[in-house]
């Protein structure tokens, strides 16, 4: 099943073959942030699928094994040894979301104590809230402090059980790009509402999900996403025979 958002406008359907068409200022999202936290860790499709669909975004893979950083074209996973390595194009993705990024705003000089000015300095950018928008940073970060969670077996646990054994890394002066999207409100449920943003370094080594950053004059680009596609099951799951 596919579910098409535009400009907060709901249609749903399915493409013909079972693929939408290729949009490069959409949202491509698998699955929902809400069946991931009750413990949907089985894969709705490979990443080679996933990165048919964009060039940057973020998630998980089958099991909840570790998280997912795509930047640049490439999608990394990043275990709970917090080492990141190219995925497996054939691994499972029960969760994420990518776009073609297409920076629509630059931020320069962003200045942040913690992750609370970070985002209340992308807030002040932000040309509306009620919009998806994919979001990238690169520069050198004075403090960062990552996770990754362990793989986890049947049967699967919620997320907040599973991230009770999550692996923990603090970097200092650490340079890298980070990736993710700023969900609306409105979206609670599908996706994580406001920000939600995972790193990876710059020599693509170590990476996670983001718990904790400063910034010190590091540029942010934003990518407005007016429309949003989710796919819920896998191709051709629960169609007619």
Known sequence: MILVFVLGYISGGVFPGGNPPQDRDILYQVSTYESLAGGGYDPVEPVTVLMENGDLGLGTFTGLDGEMVVVDGVCYQVKADGVARPADPSEGVPFAAVTYFSPDITVPGIVAGNMTDLTA???????????????????????????????????????????????????????????GFYSPATAAGLNVAGYHLHFITADRTRGGHVLEATAAGDTAELDITPRYTVIFTPEGAGSPP
């Open 121 to 179: 300095a992308l807030n002040r950018s932000l040309p509306d809230p009620d919009l998806f928008t994919a979001i990238r940073i690169d520069g050198t970060f004075p403090y960062l402090k990552v996770r990754s969670p362990p793989a986890q077996s049947k049967p699967y646990p919620p997320l907040t059980d599973a991230l009770a054994h999550q692996s923990v890394y603090e970097y200092r002066n650490v340079t890298g790009t980070m990736v």
